[in-house]
């Protein structure tokens, strides 16, 4: 751990503000042998954090379930084990919303609502939208502003409770499969097939700073992609190469792409 290396990982002055607040979080924490947590963090930004900080013993990325994209930096003291970060005094706490099932908020509805009330998007994690309910993660600070004023999601009213966080109900995202043949695993040529865009568009969103690849943002349409590797383009949505199954007899390659909808 290096408080100089912020320079050398930040590309933007945004970057080393925060890079210097979750320093100085961290580090104090690590120093006293205290608690110690950040806001959350997108996967970008987590992504800093990690050439940051490296991964001194008792630092964990935790968002309030296994899979979470939005993850806050918690520090546990010796004498805490990693199962601390489920309990009832948790820095992350979930709130269960419920809801007219035909009425059927977005994720959009929800994260607009909270924006709209105040709420900084570094105090919300995910936000896990099923039918007629909707689980999401915010810091233990902010919980109680939610529970009191936190009414309605678009047009539609809720009803807000915290639970626990073993109880939180994740959704199986809803996926579209695509299987398709590329000339290469090139990023542009994984964004065309996934979105069903001509390249030269796919080029367009790339070099415009529009997609990241694995939560990092990428300008260079022929980065490799590799199996696994989700990939955002701002406007479009999300995809992931789920599946590289080897070549065709036209020298092709055969692949799965999920499209998240």
């Known amino acids: 751990m290096d408080r100089s290396n912020i ?3 930040a590309h933007t002055n945004e970057d080393r503000l925060l890079l210097a607040k979750l320093w100085d979080k961290v580090n104090a924490g690590i120093r006293k042998n205290i608690p110690a947590n950040t806001c959350f963090l997108s996967p970008r930004e987590q992504e ?7 991964e001194p013993e008792g630092l964990y990325a935790f968002g309030g379930y296994p899979e979470a994209e939005r993850k806050m930096l918690v520090f546990l003291p010796d004498y805490l084990e990693e199962s601390a970060l489920m309990e009832e005094d948790s820095p992350v ?4 919303c419920t809801f007219y099932q035909e009425d059927s ?3 959009r509805d929800f994260l607009g609502a909270l924006m709209g009330a ?4 570094e105090t919300v994690g995910d936000i896990c939208v099923d039918k007629g309910s909707c689980d999401f993660f915010v810091t233990s600070e902010i919980a109680p502003y939610i529970l009191q004023n936190f009414t309605s999601a678009g047009r539609t009213r809720v009803h807000v409770q915290r639970i626990p966080l073993v109880e939180a109900h994740i959704p199986a995202p809803e996926v579209k499969e ?5 000339a290469s695993l090139r990023l542009d ?5 996934g979105f069903r865009i001509g390249r030269n568009l796919a080029c367009q969103y790339i070099e415009a700073g529009k997609a990241s690849v694995d939560g990092l943002p990428c300008e260079k349409p022929d980065k490799p992609v590799a199996e696994g590797m989700k990939i955002s383009v701002r406007g479009l949505g999300k995809i ?3 599946a590289v199954n080897g070549k065709t007899k036209k020298d092709r390659i055969s692949v799965v792409i999920h499209r998240y909808v």
């Open 240 to 242: 992931q190469l789920s």
């Open 48 to 54: 800093m954090a990690r050439f940051l900080f490296g």
């Open 105 to 107: 908020p977005s994720h």
């Open 93 to 96: 706490v979930c709130l269960h």
């Open 118 to 121: 105040g709420i900084g998007r």
């Open 7 to 9: 320079d050398k990982i």
């Open 189 to 193: 040529s994984v964004i065309s097939s």
């Open 178 to 182: 695509i299987r398709d043949t590329l």
